[in-house]
């Protein structure tokens, strides 16, 4: 009996085929990379305004139950917690005005920024110090205010 064995041939891909891959790869992660992060961003600045809005709330309904605002002292703790500082207020819901009584903070981990009285004869004007976490700033690095709305 006569045998015949056939030489076996190497699978897998060659370096240029799996360079070519690593580039096309690249290329879309250039192309589809920014908008991905753009949108992130772009959430981001829509929770800290859906947080400023509900954090109004809060403050209103401290408010029709008090008949003032927090001071800019007592800032917006004084909806999670009794406020022992003047003016004291009168009608505090022992429940707080915020479900679960945490502040929340805003998407970059900062804490929003309150002031009673507000700018331009507002009750008051809370502030989310955006991306830099500093006063000012432009594109996402911007400031978002309650005064946006």
Known sequence: MKYTYKKK?????????????VVIMGMLIGLI????????DRARVTTAKSDIASLSQALDMYKL???FYPTTDQGLEALVSRPQSS???????PEGYIKGNK????PWD???VYMSPGEENRPY????????????G???ASDISSSDR
């Open 33 to 40: 990379g920014p908008n991905v992060l753009g949108q992130v």
């Open 9 to 21: 041939q190497q699978q897998g891909f060659s370096l240029i085929e799996v360079l070519v891959v």
């Open 138 to 140: 432009e594109g996402y």
């Open 87 to 93: 003016p004291e207020p009168r009608n505090w819901n």
């Open 110 to 112: 900062g804490e929003y």
């Open 103 to 106: 502040l929340p903070l805003d």
């Open 65 to 67: 139950d008090n008949h």
């Open 125 to 136: 004007e809370l502030i989310s110090l955006g991306a830099d976490a500093r006063l000012g």
